[in-house]
């Protein structure tokens, strides 16, 4: 805290710093809204105090720099305090400028990508007047079914530690002009919701959210991330906002956090509705003594902290220590001297999907994509008289994802302009079946086939629509529709050429589209220069690198399925995994086996993995020793490739995990080029929380494997001593 945050807040009320605990959204300050009588829209229910309503002080959802402008006049106008608001919206895969999803970022396995596109989206940001986006979420995920997996970076906790890293710092910068403060979310495991349902329960051990769901926001916090956002769901029966082992012991306490914590959307009400607390006051209470500082859209704070404070149940100080951190922030993003702070209509129109912008979302693209499949008919030749591009999803903007921000499809490079723009008018469309899920009409295959037969490839648009994924949307069946199969089926029975490009926001159950279709190229939603990325890709301009991190099951009845799993005490062999073998840990009807692993992703050339070495054989505590292995493009394609390295504890207090993700680095090789690649082992990365919950490593036995993906196989042993 500063000087002078402290003296702002000597000149407060209890009221005044009460409402600065309050966020509410940005329209209400819309002078068109005439909202300084009365308070309409999901405001409306807060049932603020008139009074104070200008001095609340933050708020959400905004977009724009005049709308920023209008809103801060507004409120600053009828203000007694003057205390500038912050605005803060949910800057999740880009502002205007959009790039993949998240999930699609993160299987580029490039962390200085994920920070150069975190910096695009703050500079956008910025000029329109945000100052904290509500990013990242780093929920580690498991079950496809939940419609955030887009939002994520997967199932594993070092990447996500690593991509939390880096789009932290790609934000926040040095909080410069075109930074914004980053807020990372959901805290805590948010992405355990039972049977992948949004805002579902979540129940684990202890251990089980140490080991896999915390480092990733423990990784933000040390990247000196300045906001956490609490979780909607429950964790060991206690929904998070209130949850004081989580908030006070674990972020503040352990990890010393002493930054800005907000609730997520109404979620100080829905602990009354979990059962949790009786009423708003209640909640209030609660929320405070966990170590919560803002409320989100709801008003119990605003309401009930100034009775509590009375009742003897709060402190003033309690109350003193939330509002001086909203007040360093505000300090820290320069809104204390310039309450506009980087706001700027003129320049943000020059900026905002300016060609730099759009050519980094493009690279973006093309890197978070993944070959999932290839018969050898990809990369198609640019040299052909006649291109079909077929497909629900050819031809439209709504690829750029859900949490678009001020993205908008109309500009958007579609499949079809994409494909136009690198080969003019030998492309022609069609749409070949509906999008819905439940989408039945077969009368636009005929039309379909006919241009399929006449051309000499054909790219054709499958996946989920864009809305299927996100906040609230989960699916109970994560296929293809069978429109969509037999649209496949059709065009394949007139021209074998058909490479699939496929776009959705989640792992899909796709064994059938694996086994039929020649060519698959996982697009995710690949965002504004989606189309651009997607012909430069098929057509051999740009080549093929992401690896999923995320597991596509076979089936939906695998999930939740995760390489970095515990083995059983009857593991089944990878050998048998297509046969069944009784009383082994498997599946009557399935193998075992994920359809395509985590890390796994195909490219046009080969890569070919020697001379795999480990410096010894034994490590101190102390000591280090270094894994490597040369790496040769013998293909015919400039290529990158994303080189994994795990380990495995063989045997500890606890079970370990049959491998974990322990260092990852992306390289780039020309045709017949070759680099050695070295991974250092130190201790900390041995450490696991053990048997009595202390983090430590244990002497013994570890396994280490360098490779392609995560079934790669160990090469050598040392031991801890
Ligand atoms: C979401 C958050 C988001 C917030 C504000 C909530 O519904 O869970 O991720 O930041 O809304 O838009």
Not at 371 to 400: E, M, Q, S, Y
């Amino acid at each position: 805290m500063s000087e002078r945050t402290q003296k702002i807040l000597e000149g407060m009320t209890l009221e005044e710093k009460i409402y600065q605990l309050e966020q509410i959204t940005t329209s209400t300050y819309l002078p068109e809204c005439n909202r300084i009588d009365i308070v309409t829209g999901p405001d409306s229910a807060l049932k603020l105090d008139k009074e104070l309503i200008f001095e609340v002080g933050t708020s959400l959802n905004l977009v724009g720099a005049e709308t920023m402008i209008q809103a801060h006049d507004y409120y600053m106008e009828h203000s007694k305090q003057k205390m500038p608001p912050l605005f803060m919206q949910d800057v999740i895969h880009g502002h205007r400028t959009l790039y993949p999803i998240n999930l699609g970022v993160a299987a580029s396995f490039d962390r200085g990508l994920a920070k150069d596109l975190a910096a695009m989206a703050a500079k956008e940001a910025s000029l329109d007047g945000v100052s904290v986006t509500f990013a990242p979420m780093v929920d580690l995920v498991r079950d496809p079914r939940w419609g955030r997996v887009m939002e994520s970076s997967g199932e594993d906790p070092y990447l996500n530690g690593e991509m939390a890293r880096a789009t932290v710092e790609g934000y926040q910068g040095d909080m410069g002009k075109y930074n914004v403060a980053a807020c990372v979310k959901h805290f805590a495991a948010y992405g355990a919701a039972e049977a992948g349902r949004d805002y579902n329960t979540v129940d684990m051990s202890e251990r089980t959210l140490r080991e896999y769901y915390l480092p990733a926001y423990k990784s933000a916090v040390d990247a000196g991330v300045k906001m956490v956002m609490t979780a909607f769901n429950i964790v060991d029966g206690v929904p998070c906002v209130g949850n004081k082992h989580l908030v006070k012991e674990i972020l503040r306490d352990e990890w010393g956090f002493d930054g800005v914590v907000i609730s997520d959307y109404g979620a100080f009400d829905e602990m009354v509705i979990h059962g949790a607390s009786e009423d708003q006051k209640d909640s209030a209470r609660l929320a405070m003594e966990a170590g919560c500082d803002i409320e989100m859209m709801t008003s119990c704070y605003a309401r009930y902290l100034k009775e509590l404070v009375a009742e003897g149940k709060i402190s003033e100080e309690q109350i003193d220590r939330s509002v001086l951190r909203i007040l360093d922030l505000k300090e820290t993003l320069g809104v204390l001297d310039n309450s506009y702070r980087s706001v700027n209509v003129e320049e943000s129109k020059r900026v905002q999907l300016c060609p730099e912008h759009r050519a980094l979302a493009r690279k973006a693209a093309e890197e978070s994509a993944v070959l999932l499949k290839n018969d050898g008919i990809l990369p198609f030749c640019k040299d052909v008289n006649r291109v079909a591009v077929i497909g629900p999803l050819g031809a439209t903007g709504k690829i750029h994802g859900s949490w678009h921000c001020g993205g908008r499809a109309e500009e958007t490079v579609s499949v079809l302009d994409g494909m136009k723009a690198l080969l003019g008018d030998k492309v022609s469309y069609a749409p070949g079946c509906p999008i819905e899920y439940d989408a039945e009409d077969t009368s636009m295959i005929d039309e379909a086939c006919r241009l399929a037969a006449e051309s000499d490839c054909v790219v054709l648009c499958l996946g989920e629509h864009q809305d299927y994924s996100g906040e609230g949307n989960c699916m109970t069946y994560i296929d293809l529709p069978e429109v969509q199969y037999q649209l496949l089926d059709r065009v394949l029975a007139v021209n074998k050429n058909v490479a699939v490009a496929l776009f959705t926001g989640r792992p899909l159950a796709i064994s059938r589209l694996d086994h039929t279709a020649p060519a698959i190229l996982n697009m995710w939603m690949p965002g504004t220069e989606g189309g651009s990325a997607c012909a430069n890709l098929l057509f051999g301009e740009a080549v093929p690198s992401g690896k999923i991190t995320m597991t596509f099951p076979r089936t939906l009845g695998q999930c939740p399925i995760y390489y970095n799993h515990y083995t059983t005490g009857r593991p089944k062999l990878e050998e048998d995994d297509l046969k069944r073998v009784l009383y082994t840990s498997s599946y009557i009807d399935s193998p075992n086996s994920p359809l395509y692993p985590f890390g796994y992703g195909l490219s046009y050339t080969d890569f070919e993995y020697t001379d795999h070495q480990l410096s010894g054989t034994a490590m101190t505590a102390e000591g280090t020793l270094t894994a490597s292995v040369k790496v040769k493009n013998t293909g015919k394609y400039r290529a990158k490739e994303a080189v994994q390295f795990y380990i495995r504890d063989v045997k500890g207090s606890c079970v370990r995990p049959v491998k974990e993700l322990k260092g990852f680095e992306k390289i780039e090789l020309a045709p017949g080029e070759e680099k050695t690649v070295t991974f250092t082992i130190t201790e900390p990365m041995l450490r696991y929380w053990t048997q009595n919950l202390t983090h430590r490593s244990e002497k013994g036995t570890f396994q280490v494997f360098i490779g392609k993906d995560s079934t790669c196989k160990p090469f050598a042993e040392f031991e801890l001593v």
